[in-house]
Structures are given as C-alpha cells and as structure tokens.
C-alpha cells in the first residue's frame, strides 16, 4: 500500500510557526486547527526560529555565499576538464605512436 504525503503550502507552515513561536498556544492546539501532525509544527517552529534571521540579512551576505559555491563548482569543473584534456593528449600521442610503428604497447 502506498502512502500519499500532504503537501502544506508555505503560508500554512509560516502561520503555523509563527503561532507556535508566540507560545500563546500549545503545540497540540495549533496542530488540530491547521490539521497537521503536532511533531511537524515543531519542526516548522525550529526551522523558523533558525533560519528566520537569514530573511534579514542583507544581499550583500546571499550573493557573496553564493558566489563562493559558485567558486567551489567551477574549480570542480576545470579539475574535471583539466584530467579529461591531459588524457585525451595521452590518447592522441598514442594512435601517433602506434600509425608511425615506434611503439606497438600504448598504455
């Protein structure tokens, strides 16, 4: 039997947290009214509570860690290009080798 998981849209998981972070409610409380599972509304309440200051950081901030992972997935990319390009240059020095009969044994 498959289980179907509820999709709660982003509005509902804020309104949630955000009750719940009030503490004018208990945790059971808010989870009857929006019809959610009470452990789910304590995770949006963590999450809230740890991510909520990046909503106000400044973009100076987001686009600087940004561009670091954009850094960190370039350089990855050239050692990639880098290691093909060495062993195509090993190919083609190879089926030189062997047209020219030098050497019978490319590696």
């Known amino acids: 039997m498959t289980r179907k998981y509820k999709h709660h849209s982003s509005e509902l998981k804020l309104k949630a947290a955000l009750e719940a972070a009030n503490n004018q409610k208990t945790v059971n409380q808010i989870a009857s009214n929006h019809g ?10 963590k999450h809230l509570l740890e991510e909520g200051a990046q909503l106000f950081q ?5 686009k600087l860690r940004q561009a670091h992972e ?12 880098t290691t ?14 062997q ?5 019978r ?3």
């Open 36 to 45: 959610v599972a009470p452990v789910q509304v304590t995770q949006w309440k």
């Open 58 to 62: 400044s973009k100076k901030k987001v």
């Open 70 to 81: 954009d850094v960190g997935y370039l350089q990855q990319q050239i050692g990639k290009l």
């Open 84 to 97: 093909q390009i060495e062993w195509l240059k090993k190919s083609k020095e190879c089926s030189l080798r």
């Open 99 to 103: 047209e020219k009969n030098v050497d």
């Open 105 to 107: 044994f490319c590696r």
